[in-house]
């Protein structure tokens, strides 16, 4: 059964560090890790002007791939609305483990996802705390006074063992 976890918090925050320190642990225990990231600049593509999937996408293609030597690449084009989350764990089903970073609006609402969320401040927490639910650990550089003995607190960047350790317990049990 695929496992999916988020990785929440603001722009900036540490996301993309706690991730790839997550996927370097769990990756050398074995596990085959898939990661879903929400890019929100609005006109980002991952498609190269004038190359020739470009090209295919400009002459109406709807579905591009890409094959090189080492490596495969899938290009969509569909707006964001287009698309559920499901479709996008399909995508992934070839692995054991998905960690998602961003997509805060549609994770938000799905208790079946915990998440890991990164806050920089008391703010933050709060805001985590009533935006989140479950939240399966904290991180970033704001560590409360007064920890929930429930939701765990480990420094995703300084100490990312400890997080690796967490997650890695948490896909064992599930």
């Not at 995508?91 to 998905?98: A, G, I, P, S, Y």
């Not at 998602?100 to 079946?112: D, M, Q, R, T």
């Not at 709060?126 to 970033?140: M, T, V």
Request: aromatic share 6%; net charge positive.
């Amino acid at each position: 059964m695929l496992q999916v976890l988020a990785v929440v918090g603001r722009k900036k925050s540490g996301k993309t560090t706690t991730i790839e320190n997550l996927v370097s642990k769990l990756s050398k225990r074995g596990i085959s890790i898939a990661v879903i990231k929400h890019i929100s600049k609005p006109d980002f593509t991952i498609d190269t002007v004038g190359k020739d999937t470009w090209k295919f996408a400009q002459a109406g293609a709807k579905k591009i791939i890409s094959v090189a030597q080492n490596e495969i690449a899938e290009i969509e084009k569909k707006s964001i609305e287009e698309i559920s989350l499901e479709i996008l764990l399909k995508k992934c089903e070839t692995n054991e483990f998905v960690i998602i970073e961003g997509l805060k609006k549609i994770v938000s609402k799905n208790k079946n996802i915990p998440k890991i969320a990164i806050v920089n401040s008391k703010e933050e927490f709060d805001n985590a705390i009533n935006l989140f639910e479950p939240i399966l650990a904290f991180s970033g550089s704001f560590q409360p006074k007064e920890i929930d003995p429930i939701i765990p607190y480990f420094d995703g960047i300084e100490n990312s063992q400890k997080l690796a350790d967490l997650v890695y317990s948490w896909l064992k049990k599930v």
